[in-house]
Structure formats: C-alpha cells, structure tokens
C-alpha cells in the first residue's frame, strides 16, 4: 500500500504545485495511506509524506471541502512549510473570504513558519479583491516591518492592490520605492493611471519606461490606452495608436478591443467602427466594447443590430454585455428586442443568471409588461432580496398592488427579511390604487413584525395615501408624530392634498411650513394661490402673486426680498 506513496509525492513535487487536483475520492484515499504510512514502524522514503501532503491539501481545497484541508495543516509535523499555508490561504482568497484569510496569516506569523513572498503577495491581493484598502494598508505594514515590501512578488502585489482599489499615489509609492520594476509593474501603474482617466500621467510613464530600457508589450499598450477617456486625449490616442501598428502591437486582440474602446469613449465613433470592421477575426472582447460604446452614446438600436450581428457569428456574451443591451431596449422601450434578448438568453441557458434576470425583469417592466418581468422572476430557482424588491417595485408601479403584496408574502416564506426598500416598493403599489386599508397594514407591519426603521419616504407615501382618501387631518396627525424632522416631500404630498380636496385652511398652514423649508422655490407658492383660486379667494390668491413677482424680481437683481420687507 505504501509503494505508492513515493510516486504521488514526486508528481507533486516535480510540478512544484501545478499538477491538476486528485478527485475527492483518490484524494481521500491517498489520504487514507499518508495516515497508515504515519503510523507504520517502518520508516516511509523521506519526500512523500510532506509532498504527498501538500498534493493533498491542494485537492482538498479544490474541491472545496477545506475543513480537511485544515486537518491536513493541523497534522503536519512542526515547522510546517509555508507552502501548506499558502496553499490554504490561496483557497479561501479564492472564495473572497478575507477574514478567514487573513486569520490564517496571522496564525502563520504566530508560528515557526514565516510568511514568505507569496503568502504575503496572495493575502494583498484578497484585501484588493476584497475592495479593503483598509486591510491592504494593514498587510503593508506588515510586510514593510518584516522586510518583504522590497520583495519583487510583493511590491508587484501592493502596486496592483493599490491601483485596483484607485489609490493611484500609493501606488505611485510603492513603485518608485522599488529598484527594478519589472514590465509588469510598470504595466500594472500605467493601468492603474488609465482607471483614473489620468492620461498625461500615463504618457509620462510610459516614457520613463522606455528610458529606463524596458520594452513595452502588447500589455502596456492597452495599459496606456485605457488612460484617454475623452475628446481632449484622442489626438495622443491617435499617436499611441500609431506606435501600436509600427510596433506590430495591434495584433493581439487585446490591443484591438483597447483600442476600439479609446475611439468610441472619445466620441470617434466612425474611427472606432472603421477599425472594427477592418478587423477580420474580431473576438468577442471586440465586439462588446464596439457595442458598449454605442451604447454609452445612445445608440441604442445600432448597438441592438450589432448585438445580433455578434451572436449571429456564434459568439457567445457574458451577463455583463447581455445586460447593457437589456437596459438600453427598457430605455426605448422596445419590447420587441426585449423579447428577441429573452429568447436568446433561454438558448444559451443564462436565464438563471441573476444579473441577466434582473436585468430581464427591468427591461419588461419598463416596456409597460410587468407581467412578463413576475414570469421571469417566478422561473429564477433562487432569489435574493434585491430581486424580490425588484418585482415588487415594479408590480407596484403598474397597479399590481395586491400581486406586490403576494410577493411580499412569498419572500417571508423564503426566510428572506423585508427591508426599507421592499416597504417603499409596497407602499408605493398602494398609492398607486388609492388602497388606504392596506398602506395602513403594510405600515404597521413594517414596524412593528419586522422592526424597520421608518424613513421620510414612508411617511410621503402615508402622507400621500391619507390624502388622496380625503383625510387631511389624519394626515397632518401623521405628521405631528414623526420621529424625525419631516422634509418638503411629507408637507409637500400633503399639500397636494389640500389642493386636490380644497381645504384652503389647512393648506395655509402647510404651505407656511414649506416656505420655511424652501423659501426658493416658487411651486409652494403657485400651488398655494391655485387653492385660494379654487376657493374663489381672489385676494389671497393675488397677494400670493404679487409675492411671487417682488421674489423673483428681487432675486433678478440680487437683493435679498425677505430683507427689504423687514426694512
């Protein structure tokens, strides 16, 4: 049993970690053998046990099961190399579980075994993932205090995590504290400029690297690139773009997609069409940043077309562009598209895609189909709270307040707990038909079943609801007993109120609270001379008007009207 030990540890270490994970079931029964060879008197060949363990550890966490990869940490003899660590550190940066990535560097710092490169370069990269610049700053202390900072591998991680989290000047320190940076770096500050739209930054850059020696690849092209977001960048764009084909760099369709991205973010859209028409393989990278550019221009039904062109060809787009494409057909509501997308999106099977589905429900609510979107969102197997918030929102807006209120039902049955958002959506589906019974419901159960905190826009719809049903007073009782200072949207719905139902005394008495508020804005005071017309109060009405003139006719020329009346 144990002949076998020596040739599964020489696979992993001759690989030096990339050999493929055993499936769980050769995993445990290798397992099973290191037990038997630990306890066996005699002596197993040196390598295999600690090389064995480490293959492993590795297929244990690629299978996901790192309870046994932990056991497998836990067992090994003292100090254990810091390749176990890393290998389990990795497998949960993996799964962006930073905490317990970072409690296992914490209790490898507390060991015999000292973090090397990788386990500090692997830990700043989850904290970036993460998006923790908190945690980050914290790792680089401690790298900078055990002389790792200097470290190449490291160094090359805090310039990545610092330029994806946007924290361009430190990175910008951590690059010039390095002594040689490699292409990679200097890759890796160049994209880190473009994230930010820094394009003369990332011009000089790129000229420091070119004097410093180091050939620029494909890499640092796209880098640079990615750098000109606007009109005022294009003509540098333009010269990068040259460089590009005399230095055989627009080959790789990386460089291609960057480069159609520049032309159509700088709103040279025929450029960027032209290069991407001329381009006779374009990849899907290619297609999407044609069609997202369209897209970020309004073109909405070019970049339709240009969607199907691309599925057209076989090529398949990811969640990301299939819901670009979604949100400009809800924004010119053209349900045919939508319809043409949804079957689509069944074909390849990403209808169970959250963001796709989402997108999906939007789309059709948008187009005034809301029915379609609650089919959509009864077809997804596993929802969260922002899709049921979704469907309920939108079932709501189109009058479907009693399904709104199913749906809230539905989401309690999933163990799901209803927000702040969910009771805006519902509230709203109330105010929509007027049904006052219900919003009363709905806002008792909001605080006193769930124990969520009643915000201004609750009261607004309450507000509102009371009103629409005649009961002013009711209304202003509301008010009264806020627990938090209400805005110009709580006087202002009922406001609305008084108008509608011409309770010109009431709306007095609110329309002085909302100059109070708003002294600015002249709707109050239009609304409020509306009522008194309606009322046939014409005095009141006019002297209201006259009001409204000296304040626009004082603000006109700068001097204060409240001022001058105290004079």
């Not at 949960?92 to 000292?114: K, W």
Request: charged residues 20%; aromatic residues 8%; proline residues 4%.
């Amino acid at each position: 049993m144990r002949g076998n030990l020596p040739s599964a540890a020489a696979a992993a270490a001759s690989s030096n970690g990339a050999v493929l994970p055993l499936s769980l079931s050769r995993t445990k029964q290798l397992h099973a053998r290191l037990v038997l060879a630990s306890h066996s008197p005699a002596p197993a060949p040196a390598p295999a046990p600690a090389d064995l363990r480490l293959l492993l550890l590795r297929s244990y966490a690629a299978r996901g099961d790192l309870a046994s990869a932990r056991r497998l940490l836990d067992e090994a003899p003292r100090p254990s190399s810091p390749l176990l660590y890393n290998a389990l550190i990795r497998a949960h940066a993996r799964r962006l579980d930073l905490a317990a990535a970072l409690a296992l560097f914490a209790r490898m710092r507390r060991s015999a075994t000292a973090p090397d490169a990788h386990s500090f370069a692997c830990v700043l990269r989850t904290c970036a993932d993460c998006l923790r610049p908190g945690a980050l700053k914290v790792v680089h202390g401690v790298a900078s205090s055990s002389g790792m900072s200097s470290h190449p591998i490291v160094g090359s991680a805090l310039v990545s995590g610092y330029a994806k989290l946007g924290l361009v000047d430190d990175a910008r320190r951590v690059f010039d504290g390095l002594r040689e940076p490699d292409l990679v770096l200097w890759n890796s500050m160049m994209s880190a400029y473009g994230h930010r739209g820094m394009w003369n930054d990332g011009l000089q850059m790129f000229s420091a690297m070119r004097r410093a020696g180091e050939q620029p690849d494909g890499y640092s092209v796209v880098a640079l690139v990615s750098c000109f977001w606007n009109p005022e960048a294009l003509e540098f764009g333009q010269a990068v773009h040259g460089v590009c084909v005399k230095g055989g760099y627009d080959c790789g369709h990386h460089v291609r997609s960057a480069l159609v991205s520049m032309y159509m973010r700088s709103g040279c859209m025929e450029s960027g069409q032209s290069l991407f028409h001329n381009l006779p393989d374009a990849d899907l990278v290619t297609w999407s940043s044609l069609i997202t550019g369209l897209l970020q221009t309004g073109k909405y039904m070019e970049s339709f077309d240009l969607f199907r062109q691309m599925c057209f060809t076989g090529r398949r787009p990811d969640s990301v562009l299939i819901s670009s494409v979604l949100s400009a057909c809800a924004s010119t509501t053209a349900i045919s598209c939508t319809r043409e997308v949804h079957c689509y999106v069944l074909r390849l099977g990403a209808d169970k895609d959250i963001t796709v589905s989402s997108s999906l429900m939007d789309a059709y609510a948008k187009c005034g189909f809301a029915e379609l979107g609650y089919w959509v969102f009864r077809q997804i197997p596993y929802k969260n709270l922002v899709m049921y918030n979704t469907v309920i929102s939108n079932l709501g807006y189109h009058g479907f307040a009693t399904k709104a209120i199913e749906v809230l039902d539905e989401m309690v049955n999933d163990d799901l707990r209803p927000d702040s958002a969910t009771f805006s959506g519902l509230l709203a589906a109330c105010c929509h038909v007027g049904n006052l019974e219900q919003g009363w419901k709905l806002f008792r159960r909001m605080r006193d079943e769930f124990e969520v905190v009643v915000e201004m826009e609750h009261y607004v719809y309450m507000v509102r609801l009371l009103a629409t049903s005649g009961q002013l007073k009711e209304a202003y009782d509301l008010i009264q007993t806020m627990q938090i200072q209400p805005d110009c949207g709580v006087w202002g719905a009922l406001l609305w109120g008084c108008c509608v139902h011409r309770d010109s005394s009431l709306g007095r008495i609110v329309a002085e609270k909302l100059f109070q508020l708003s002294p600015d804005k002249a709707a109050y005071r239009v609304m409020l001379s509306n009522l008194y017309a309606s009322q046939e109060m014409w005095w009141d009405a006019e002297e209201v008007r006259d009001e409204l003139s000296k304040e626009e006719m004082y603000k006109n020329t700068g001097i204060s009207w409240v001022g001058e009346v105290q004079k």
